[in-house]
């Protein structure tokens, strides 16, 4: 089972290959604007040092979302045009869950204009939806889970980052979850400011 990460949704571009359960060429890099233009190339170089042929990829698991309305888009449509050319099943997971898969944690993604999208979780297990908050709301939140870290694109709140393996943690609640049956269908998630008005928990 040859299996392709990755992660095009926000700061990063996070680009996998396991083997039969093994992490056998990976690449994280803070690729925030850029990924559209790096996402193939580094496909490309991680599958030559793998020595393995796209036509020969089993799964793909992808990232939908909250995220760079452009950036999320990136991995999704490299997932369908390989969907389209070869038999591979493809898998969808929240961008946020992606940095919520251990622990208690608050992940957050920069949604621009002082707002962020954000989600609790406990071991990758979500406590609320997923919600676009301001700062100030997320502040609050905070506060209702005081024992929780936020990770995530800190930087939107002028924090320092904090590095997070995305290719395992994608990796490992890709086997969670099932193939998508419709892949032309697929879409990325996104959220309104409706969202933030919902209870949290």
Known sequence: ????????????LAVGIYQDGQLIANKQMIGSKRQSEEAIPVLNALCEEAHI??????????????????????????????????????????????????????????????????CVYEDGQPLTKEMLLTHEELAALQEKYPDYALVGELKALDLPNVDVDLVSAIYDLGQQVKPIEQVDLLVPTYIKDVEAKKKWY
Request: no cysteine.
């Open 53 to 118: 042929e796209l036509r020969d990829v089993d799964e793909m698991i992808i990232t939908k979302g909250p995220g760079s309305y452009t950036g999320v888009r990136v991995a999704m449509t490299i997932a369908k045009t390989l969907a389209v050319i070869s038999n591979v099943k493809i898998k969808t997971i929240s961008s946020l869950a992606a940095y919520g898969a251990d622990g208690k944690k608050i992940a957050i993604i920069d949604a621009r204009s002082k707002k962020v999208f954000a």
């Open 1 to 12: 089972m040859t299996t392709i990460v990755m992660d095009t949704s926000n700061q990063y």
